[in-house]
């Protein structure tokens, strides 16, 4: 149900992809309002989630540019009050520090919660990530929570934690991988340089995209 919810939502949020070339406005909301009304607090909340690990599982143009759109003038960030600038800043140090990552949602352990003003998002994901400057992989299981400003469409408090450093699941990453490749082949730019990253992102955790017949499938390496 996710999936499709996030899939019919998705057109409303096609501000995402495009958002590092032609980045808005602090007072422009980063998502049209109608979709919102359209769909309604629970269902954009569910979509914009699914939305966000997808974005920051994204070449860095791609993630930064959608963080710089989705975070409000002040917010309550693991427990201070950040200035957006800060909250830029500290993505934009993770993200070229840890520059391959994939995030997968774990979809059984959403949950969303809305009233009149906002709506609470909490979950769990598999976190995979690859340091080119410290040749250093990391890996695990993560918890999230943040609240969703219905007003201004942005993301008014943040909070995660690392639950685990062992067993994070590689489903998630390869579904992943397989929807952005399959998005490439109908022709979408943005997705096809997903699909790359996340190859990069994929191989130093075992797996290689085979360059022979049938090309493009996705092996454990020593097959490629």
Known sequence: ELKRTAR???QGLVEISCA??????????????????????????????????????????IALGF?????????????????????????????????????ALRPDTLDVSCNASFCTVTGQNDFHTYSTALDRTSSGIASFSFDLDLATLT?????????????????GMRTDWAGARQSCKAGDA?????????????????YCISTTRPRGRLSEIGSC
């Open 20 to 61: 590092a070339a032609e980045p808005e406005t602090p007072e422009t909301p980063a998502f049209d309002a109608a979709t919102l009304d359209a769909f309604g607090p629970r269902a954009w909340a569910m979509a914009f989630t699914q939305v966000y690990q997808q974005a920051w599982s994204s070449p860095n143009d």
């Open 8 to 10: 019919r939502v998705q």
């Open 67 to 103: 963080v710089q759109n989705v975070y409000g003038a002040r917010t309550a960030y693991f427990g201070e009050s950040y200035t957006k600038a800060r909250v830029l800043r500290d993505k934009s140090n993770f993200a070229n520090r840890w520059n391959f990552r994939s995030y």
């Open 155 to 171: 993301i008014s408090r943040e909070d995660s934690s690392v639950l685990s450093r062992n067993g994070a699941d590689p489903s």
């Open 190 to 206: 943005t997705n096809c340089a997903r699909a790359t990253y996340l190859e990069k992102v994929m191989e130093p955790f075992g």
